[in-house]
């Protein structure tokens, strides 16, 4: 049943990309949305726990979808604490805003909104709507890519909650 729900959930958050992209000139959003082309791929990834030391694998991938307006994002790991540790997320460019909108839908709790920027020429933070916790993409110079997720403390400070190593799939063939 939770696998039906995400499913018509990301359903209708296609139909929607669609129809805005129908009224939309997607030159500039396409432009924008290949700037996040280092994500491009199928990865592996160990995520680490900060505050445990809990080690996590899983599998990640990215592909453009959409004629390169947006990117669907793809992950299934092992969590510590759960039976499964699943995502499924659109990601695209709002010229209006300037920014990037990352729709995310997970296997344990319900769809959320970030908005992301560069806060460097190698690092795209996506904060959630709410503020209180925020994703940093890094591209690293061996193509690697390094993701640092942060929530914010008591005393409005970021603090690290998981680190993600991301290595691209080498296939045994």
Not at 6 to 15: E, R
Not at 35 to 42: A, P, R, S, T
Not at 60 to 81: A, N, T
């Amino acid at each position: 049943m939770r696998k039906v729900n995400l499913l018509f959930s990301i359903v209708v958050v296609i139909y929607s990309c669609l129809a805005w992209a129908q009224e939309t000139d997607t030159s500039v959003i396409v432009a924008e949305v290949s700037k996040l082309d280092f994500l491009v791929g199928h990865w592996r990834t160990v995520s680490t726990i900060v505050q445990t030391g809990e080690q996590a694998p899983g599998e990640l991938s990215y592909e453009k979808v959409l004629g390169g307006s947006y990117i669907l994002c793809r992950f299934d790991g092992k969590h510590p604490s759960r039976d499964y540790w699943e995502a499924y997320v659109m990601i695209t460019f709002d010229p209006d805003s300037g920014h990037y909108v990352s729709h995310a839908f997970f296997s344990h709790g319900p769809p959320v909104t970030y908005t992301g920027v560069w806060r460097d020429e190698n690092t795209v933070t996506f904060t959630i709507d709410s503020g209180q916790s925020r994703i940093n993409y890094t591209r690293m110079p061996d193509g690697s890519v390094f993701q640092l997720n942060e929530a914010l403390d008591a005393e409005s400070n970021w603090r690290p909650a998981l680190e993600t190593v991301y290595k691209l799939w080498e296939s045994s063939d």
